[in-house]
């Protein structure tokens, strides 16, 4: 059975290789798992960047023949999520004070559409979860190596190896930390200003067969 030990996970089919450059203080709770694409063909070029210093990055990554490597600590934030966009507003529940509030804020007036998106996201994170979607402050990052194919709009399909481990960590992961798979795990591109189909596959190779 998979522990953890001073933030690293430990389970045979792991290999911790941790990179302090994307480790960004204490994580204090998990309330939730983000699935990523990297938008390359191999883990070696994101492995490279988080060694040559890069700041953004997520707990894990899986490269294409399914190899698991955890690349932050668990009990350390990471900053993977970027800018949220409005969860009443994505998925049409807002209440009318609220979605008077969000429309002002992606609207004022004299602003870039970056600044905008920015405040937006800031007025979201300063929700508490599951009211807004997942920030860096209380989710884990998993980050699958693929490629994204402008032609399609869509990223590269999973290997049949990538898409074993993803579901083999993501349940270590939901019963470490007590998620639901069905509510507290989601595909980046759902939740924040990315390419939208970003890590969509992913989740539903998870759901699917999914009990209630």
Not at 74 to 84: E, F, P, S
Not at 101 to 116: P, Q
Not at 130 to 143: C, F, T
């Amino acid at each position: 059975m998979a522990t953890v030990e001073n933030g690293k996970l430990i389970d045979p089919e792991v290999e911790v290789k941790l990179y302090t450059s994307i480790e960004h203080g204490a994580l204090t709770s998990v309330a939730s798992i983000v699935l990523h694409r990297t938008d390359s063909s191999s883990a070696t070029g994101t492995l490279s960047a988080y060694e040559g210093g890069k700041t953004t990055g997520a707990h894990f990554l899986i490269d294409k023949l399914g190899k698991i490597y955890q690349t932050a600590r668990v009990d350390q934030v990471c900053w993977h999520v970027g800018i949220l966009v409005a969860r009443c507003q994505a998925e049409s529940n807002c209440d009318p004070q609220e979605l008077k509030t969000i429309t002002a804020l992606l609207h004022e007036k004299g602003l870039s559409f970056s600044t905008r998106a920015k405040n937006l996201s800031r007025h979201e994170v300063a929700k508490t979860y599951p009211q807004r979607y997942p920030a860096n402050s209380d989710s884990l990052g998993i980050e699958v190596v693929g490629k994204f194919v402008a032609a399609d709009k869509a990223f590269e399909l999973p290997t049949p190896e990538q898409l074993k481990s993803v579901k083999y960590l993501v349940d270590i992961l939901v019963a470490q930390f007590k998620l639901n798979l069905l509510s507290d795990v989601y595909a980046h591109g759902a939740i924040a200003r990315k390419e939208v189909s970003e890590g969509a596959q992913l989740l539903q190779s998870l759901l699917t067969g999914a009990k209630p």
